[in-house]
């Protein structure tokens, strides 16, 4: 019967392996070329002021191929080849250059995803800033987000925003309550914003987790945004749980540029 099992155990799992081993090196020859060839696009998505439903910023999220492989598909295998790095500043380049005019004309951020492999490169903060000031965009209107594991794994990595801090630009904490299970690290953190994980607004807005998690930035002086806010019924109890903005389908999906209006 061992046997048999075993048997049935390589029939089983290998022409997955294999089917998962050339799915990357696929996707990784793509990556490779789609830079080059300007294959990579910008959605936004707004974030919204519960107080006033104002739009106070937009989330820059990458697209390839436009509508194609979902970002959670192709960025681990942009870091895995090393291709997060450049991609990253163009990334930045892009949404920086695209806010610029929404932030003059209605005060409106920008918000772009940092991966942990960008944070690597010393001179991350000092080329950040050449970026804002190619692009003309003020300090103040950017944001950059990076998940708790990356901010908490390594401090000599973390101290590399503070340069950032000093000059305007805030630090968010993506997907937070997902990563760790102590929160003494939050209290040295250099952040400003924490982005609630949309898992802790899905499974119901008045939870215990949800007003502690609330609690806990008022008491740091962090500013909350609530992810994956998808019904007026979870915005209204946000609102009165002291949640100062959300982002979610209930206000947009991710649109490109062309499509916001403010
Ligand atoms: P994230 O930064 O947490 O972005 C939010 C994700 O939630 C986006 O998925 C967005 O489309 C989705 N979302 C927004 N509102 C709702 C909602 O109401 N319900 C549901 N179910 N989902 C909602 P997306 O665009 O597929 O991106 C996935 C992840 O890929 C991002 O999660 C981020 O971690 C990463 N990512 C995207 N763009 C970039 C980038 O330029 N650089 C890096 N390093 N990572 C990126
Ligand atoms: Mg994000
Ligand atoms: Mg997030
Ligand atoms: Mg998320």
Redesign the pocket.
């Known amino acids: 019967a061992a046997k048999t099992a075993g048997k049935d155990r390589v029939v089983r799992f290998e022409p997955d392996l294999r089917t998962a081993a050339a799915r990357h090196r696929e996707l990784a020859s793509g990556l490779r070329r789609a830079l080059a060839a300007g294959e990579f696009e910008l ?1 936004y ?1 707004p974030v919204v002021r519960l107080l006033d439903e104002r739009v106070t910023a937009v ?4 697209r390839w191929p436009p509508g194609g492989v ?3 598909t192709f ?1 681990p295998v942009a870091e895995a080849i090393g291709m ?1 790095v450049p991609l ?1 500043w163009w ?1 930045l380049r892009q949404a920086c250059t695209d806010a610029r005019a929404w932030f003059e004309r209605d005060g409106v951020a920008v918000t ?4 942990g492999h960008q944070l690597r490169e010393e001179d991350f903060a000092e080329r950040v800033l050449a970026v804002l000031d190619e692009t003309g965009l003020p300090p103040a209107a950017l944001v950059l ?1 990076l998940t708790e594991s990356v901010l908490v794994d390594d401090a000599e990595r973390t101290a590399r925003l503070g340069l950032l801090r000093e000059r305007g630009v805030r630090i968010a904490v ?2 937070f309550g997902t990563g760790y299970s102590s929160l003494a690290y939050l209290v040295h953190l250099p952040v400003d914003i924490l ?1 609630i994980d ?1 898992t802790f607004t899905a499974s119901g807005v008045d939870s215990t987790l949800m007003k502690v998690i609330l609690q806990l930035a008022e008491g740091l002086s962090l500013h909350t945004v609530a ?4 019904t007026a019924a979870q915005a209204q109890a946000l609102k009165a749980l002291g949640c100062q903005y959300a ?4 206000y947009s ?2 649109v490109p540029a062309a499509q916001l209006s403010f």
């Open positions: 959605h998505q989330e820059a999220l990458l979902p970002p959670l960025i997060i990253g990334v772009v995803n940092v991966s987000e993506d997907d982005k949309r992810e994956g806010v998808e982002q979610g389908y209930l999906r991710p």
